[in-house]
């Protein structure tokens, strides 16, 4: 049995301990806005935040998330998340968009540093993939958003 | 058209809450409309046009545009294309609402196959080659202009005034006095009436909504995590089954009758005709447990043969071979007989997978009424037939729901998923969701062929293209042999002035199967032509933007877009010795898209670094500028990855890659600054999903040999100026 907090709700699941985060919120906890891209943590389509950290769900088993905290794209509306799902919409950044939930929640992770810890730009320090090639505009994206939070991009 | 009967006779007698209008337009460019119940999207109710042949409309007709219309002020968008992407539910929705003078907030798009029976008969054509726009563009304009005649008669008739009066705005009529009569408030009266097959459609300058942006309607529910792709759609309770194909292109599994699992979650282990399937309830367990069964696959031997050597040495040896002459003008034969240096160049493309981030995948429900089909498909019609064929059903037994597309690329036209979802969920007799992994997915993809390509040109005393040669060699996309038209895409049309061309395919099968891969012949035959063009600028001793220009003075079109994209990309401005300039041009699918790269080589490590990609595209008619934007930057983007990275490699007949470990796609850190320069212009829309792919290799290519004097003829790049320095 595994205790987790997803997106507030506390919930028990009876699930083998090394199954991955992915697919006990795909299977388990029918939220889907994780996607499976690579079961490898490459692409980072799965990308969701525990204790709001990123995580590549895929590969992270669900026994590490015992007692801590889950996000996923559903439950991510608070001020920084709602400020970067507007802002996605405003620079129509998805083509598919499969690909654009983990993209929002590691644009999130990265924001939510309290310090900016890496002399390296943002757009550097994505690390998802996106086939349809939507790049230009993620970067633009998380700069503006980064620069109305006051901070730099 | 002699079906002047009572309309609404053909209501439901049951008792109806309201009315609704349809409009609809056939593929022979009729309109016809009736008034129907206003039931349920899902209940059928509204899709039975077409098979009632005494409803005023002929049976059988393929009735890929219409609207609905109720009185509730809804208006519904059957949509005919697949979206994945390219914002299509949002481009043609536009079209209808423009000529309709519809509100952007009353639309609804509804994908036809989610519409009862409807899409039986209705021929859903495939969502490919770029024409989405270019071909649905008058017949949603037509819908809606024919739509908005009738509701503006029957606002005439009920205020008795004259119909030229009566002007119209988000989704109502107005009186010359002010008064309203909303579109719904009028559906009933309308429905009485006959639509205009010609009705009078807006000039380009009347557009209110065409050419400026518009939310795309998709995007709310993307970020919200709410959107439903493929592999979402697997219903409560299904099961899951992970498939695992033979590791070369014939083999079959011997053994499965002796596998089994003790794992509890594994519900069973499905023979496929060249594959392995485990079922479980999770898919995580079906795929551990179906990469760690014993499996034992039988091949022929002659699949030990198939080899990327073996398959380059053949396909550069078919250069020899006679082939079929697509273009022949003037006479090249005689001029480079007649010339003292034909210069010949000989160019190489590997296989290469599409990826789609979400791998291809399909869930299946089998019951005593036949099958549903929910999966990402590009063409749901031939995963109709191929379902229907494969069960044992008919035709009208199989609803296809076709959902949003994780990336498509041309991967999600075949139907070969489909078949295994089936299969597998006739062997279980359970509703099923079949998922490829990322490994299968890469493995059994249906690759963009290898190409070879052979080209020969002679200049002449005048530093002209006198004569151009090219012969290509590779295997049909279509299944066609040596007759398939796609081969030499990119080939057969050159936008230049050249007297002299010969232009030749041999066809050569390819031992692993072939797809479409987004721009299809373009993606090796632009590679060829554009960096020959630019090998031939060079032999000329001539700038290759300026002898591109001198080939195009009958092209003003093209040569603006030529143009403008060298101004946009600073073209011979920036003397940094470090960057290297390359310039190429494509142009198809009534589009004409040209592309300046910046690139960098590091004299150590040989790391190419593509800076900046300044593109200029003139694509007709613009429905949705950002739209357009985001297809050239993410066509650009393609075409870089390709160009620099992928290749897909054989060895004994197994496909050497299975994930983006060893078949590395672009990531954002590897993305260059990219500038998109759109034409306004008021030419037909043209298609823009794939034109940007094909130039990037050769632009990139050029701009190499420019900075380092090294003519790279092989892709994927990267790998190439390695190997050969």
Redo the contacts between chains.
């Keep these: 049995m595994v205790s987790i907090t997803v997106n507030g709700q506390m919930r028990t699941i009876d699930v083998p301990d090394e ?2 985060i992915l ?1 006990v919120l795909r ?1 388990d906890l ?11 943590g ?2 980072g ?1 799965c990308t969701v935040l525990v204790d709001g950290q990123a995580l590549r769900a895929c590969v992270t088993p669900i026994n590490q998330a015992h007692e801590k905290t889950v996000t ?3 439950g991510l509306d608070d001020e920084l998340g709602l400020l970067l ?1 507007n802002k ?2 405003a620079l ?1 950044v ?8 983990g993209q ?1 929640m590691a644009a999130y992770s990265l924001l939510s540093e309290r310090e900016q810890t890496s002399p390296q730009p943002l ?2 320090r ?14 633009q994206a998380v700069s503006e958003v980064s620069l109305e939070m006051g901070r730099g991009d | 058209m002699g079906h002047e009967l009572d309309r609404r006779r053909f209501l439901k007698t049951t008792a109806a809450s309201s009315v609704a209008l349809i409009v609809a337009c056939s593929d022979d460019g009729q309109i016809e409309s009736r008034a129907i119940d206003a039931g349920s999207l899902d209940d059928g109710s509204l899709v039975d046009m077409d098979v009632q042949t005494d409803g005023g409309l002929t049976a059988n007709r393929t009735l890929q545009t219409w609207i609905r219309i109720d009185e509730e002020e809804t208006i519904h968008i059957a949509m005919h294309k697949a ?5 299509i539910h949002t481009a043609l929705p536009l079209i209808v609402a423009e000529e309709l003078d519809a509100a952007v907030s009353q639309i609804k798009v509804t994908v036809v196959g989610e519409m009862g029976d409807y899409n039986l008969r209705t021929g859903l054509p495939m969502t490919s080659a770029s024409n989405s726009v270019s071909s649905s563009f008058q017949p949603f304009r037509r819908v809606g202009a024919s739509a908005k005649h009738v509701l503006k008669q029957a606002a005439a008739a009920r205020w008795n005034v004259d119909i030229d009066l009566i002007t119209t705005r988000d989704g109502a009529c107005y009186h010359p006095n002010g008064d309203r009569l909303s579109y719904g408030a009028l559906v009933d009266a309308a429905s009485l009436l006959q639509p205009p097959d010609e009705p009078q459609l807006k000039s380009f300058d009347e557009f209110r909504l065409i050419g400026k ?1 518009q ?2 309607f ?3 529910e ?8 493929g ?2 759609s697997a219903p ?1 309770g299904a099961l ?1 089954a992970a498939i695992r194909h033979a590791p070369t292109p014939n083999g079959v599994p011997m053994n499965v009758d002796t596998l089994s699992s003790s794992n509890a979650d594994v519900r069973s282990i499905v023979a496929l005709p060249n594959a392995i399937a485990v079922v479980a ?4 367990t079906a ?1 551990n447990v179906v990469e760690t069964l014993p499996v034992e696959f039988l091949a022929p031997d002659s699949d030990r043969e198939i080899s990327s050597a073996a398959i380059e040495s053949q396909l550069i040896a078919g250069l020899q071979t006679d082939g079929n002459e697509i273009l022949t003008l003037g006479d090249v034969t005689s001029v480079f007989a007649a010339s003292g240096s034909v210069q010949t160049s000989d160019y190489f493309v590997p296989h290469l997978a599409h ?5 291809v995948n399909a869930t299946v429900r089998i019951d005593e009424t036949g099958c549903d089909i929910w999966l990402p498909t590009q063409a749901p019609t031939y995963v109709q037939r191929a379902v229907a064929e494969t069960a044992g059903l008919e035709l009208e037994q199989v609803r296809v729901h076709a959902t ?6 041309g991967r999600k036209v075949d139907t070969d998923y489909a078949i295994a979802a089936v299969q597998i969920a006739q062997s279980v007799g359970e509703t099923v969701q079949l ?1 490829w ?3 299968e997915d890469i493995r059994r993809d249906r690759f963009r062929p290898a190409f070879s390509g052979r080209l020969s040109g002679v200049i002449d005393e005048e530093g002209r293209l006198a004569g151009f040669e090219a012969i290509n060699c590779g295997d049909s996309v279509l299944g066609f042999g040596a007759g398939d038209p796609l081969s030499a895409q990119g080939l057969n049309a050159l936008p230049y002035e050249i007297a002299n061309q010969r232009i030749v395919h041999v066809y050569q099968d390819s031992p692993i199967e072939s797809g479409f891969w987004r721009s299809i012949g373009h993606s090796q035959n632009t590679f060829f032509a554009e960096s020959f063009i630019d090998e031939m600028a060079h032999h000329a001793s001539r700038d290759p933007l300026e002898f591109r220009l001198s080939m195009l003075t009958q092209s003003p079109r093209i040569a603006d877009v030529v143009r403008r994209a060298a101004e946009l990309g600073r073209w011979g401005q920036d003397n940094n010795p470090n960057i290297g300039q390359g310039l190429a041009l494509c142009v198809d699918y009534g589009s004409i898209l040209a592309v300046v790269a910046d690139v960098s080589v590091d004299g150590d490590t040989k790391e190419i670094r593509v800076h900046k990609l300044s593109a200029a595209v003139d694509c007709g008619l613009v429905i949705q500028p ?2 357009v934007r ?2 050239i ?6 075409g870089l ?1 390709a160009a620099l990275f992928e290749e897909i490699t054989l060895e004994a007949g197994s496909v050497q890659q299975s ?3 060893d078949y590395p ?5 590897d ?1 260059p ?2 500038q998109v320069d759109i034409s306004i212009s008021q030419e037909p829309p043209g298609g823009v999903g794939e034109i940007a792919v094909g130039p990037v290799a050769p632009a990139i290519a050029n701009a190499i040999h420019q900075l380092v004097g090294i003519r790279l003829r092989r892709l994927p790049l990267q790998t190439t100026i390695r190997q050969d320095s």
Excluded at chain 2, 222 to 229: K, L
Excluded at chain 2, 355 to 359: I, K, R
Aim: aromatic share 12%.
């Design positions: 199954k991955p697919w299977e029918a939220l889907k806005g994780a996607k499976y891209g690579c079961g490898v490459m692409c389509a996923t794209i559903e799902k996605w919409k129509k998805a083509q598919c968009g499969y690909c654009q939930t929002i757009s550097q994505l690390n998802n993939l996106c086939r349809c090639g939507t790049y230009t505009r993620i970067h | 979206e994945m992407g390219q914002g942006d939310a795309r998709i995007d709310a993307i970020v919200d995590g709410r959107a439903v792709f592999i979402d409560d899951y309830s999770s898919f995580w795929k990826v789609p981030l979400e791998p949003l597309l994780g990336g498509g690329f998922i992994s990322r490994e950002t739209g985001a297809q930057e993410g066509g650009l983007l393609f990855s994930n983006f470990f796609v672009l990531y954002g850190r993305a600054d990219i």
